[in-house]
């Protein structure tokens, strides 16, 4: 079993859909949790973190979290054809260091 | 602008032939990150740094080596690249162990180095 499990998508919304995209983490240990965006060829960029259970806003974009069920989930309201890329999801497992684990991604197509 | 610089962004190299990424912050951040992304994959640890102290993760091939001489430089070394190395090299940073909420943990990378191994 992966660390960070993403449905590799692609994941195929119309602009100005919603676009949901899930994660499922393995160690219950895990203490923060990230959303990155990441362009063909480009590095990762943030979007958010979510350290809490249930629901952080910023913007168009909403994070869920719910540390029970190990599931993060990213909602991107309003999707515009710029939100056509892939999103990672990553775990910081915790302990002295800060290291993130990351999963594979899934791919958002928005389409006009 | 505070930032996180890979060099060089593109790198071509035989089979075997040692190779050398670059990365710099002026962030001053004290901790610092390699990732190893392939196509289509996440990106894979490799190693990182605390300031000085050094974390390799357990399944890092020896083939790989990690130098920090100062704060605002750290740099991969592939001794012997071979054709399963090459991908996106990304170098990151953090502040380092801090409260969650303050964001100490959160990663910012940098544009990253592609490997390509002919």
């Known amino acids: 079993q992966k660390e960070v499990e993403q449905n590799s998508g692609p994941l195929s919304v119309p602009e100005g859909a919603i676009a949901s995209l899930n994660c499922t983490y393995s160690?219950?240990?895990?203490?923060?949790f990230f959303w990155y965006r990441q362009y063909s060829g480009k590095s990762p960029e943030l979007i958010m973190f979510?350290?809490?259970?249930g629901d952080k806003e910023d913007g168009r974009f909403t994070a869920q979290l719910n540390k029970a069920s190990q599931y993060v989930s990213l909602l991107i309201r309003d999707s515009q054809p710029s939100d056509s890329a892939t999103y990672l999801c990553a775990v910081n497992r915790g302990g002295g260091y800060n290291k993130l684990i990351f999963g594979a991604g899934t791919r958002l197509a928005v389409h006009p | 602008d505070a930032m996180v610089i890979q060099n060089p962004r593109y790198q071509v190299t035989q089979f075997g032939k040692p190779v050398t990424l670059s990365c710099s912050q002026t962030l001053n951040h004290n901790v610092m990150y390699w990732y190893q992304q392939k196509s289509s994959q996440a990106p894979k640890l490799l190693f990182h740094?605390?300031?000085?102290?050094?974390?390799n993760e357990a399944d890092t091939p020896d083939n790989f080596q990690s130098r920090r001489p100062n704060t605002s430089f750290c740099f991969l070394d592939i001794r012997s690249p071979g054709l399963g190395d090459a991908a996106m090299y990304l170098c990151?940073?953090?502040?380092?162990?801090?409260?969650?909420?303050?964001?100490?943990?959160?990663?910012?990378f940098g544009a990253g180095s592609r490997l390509t191994v002919l």
């Open positions: 160690d219950r240990g895990s203490q923060s």
């Open positions: 990151a940073t953090s502040r380092g162990p801090g409260l969650v909420v303050s964001g100490a943990n959160v990663l910012t």
């Open positions: 979510i350290y809490s259970n």
């Open positions: 740094y605390y300031d000085k102290d050094f974390n």
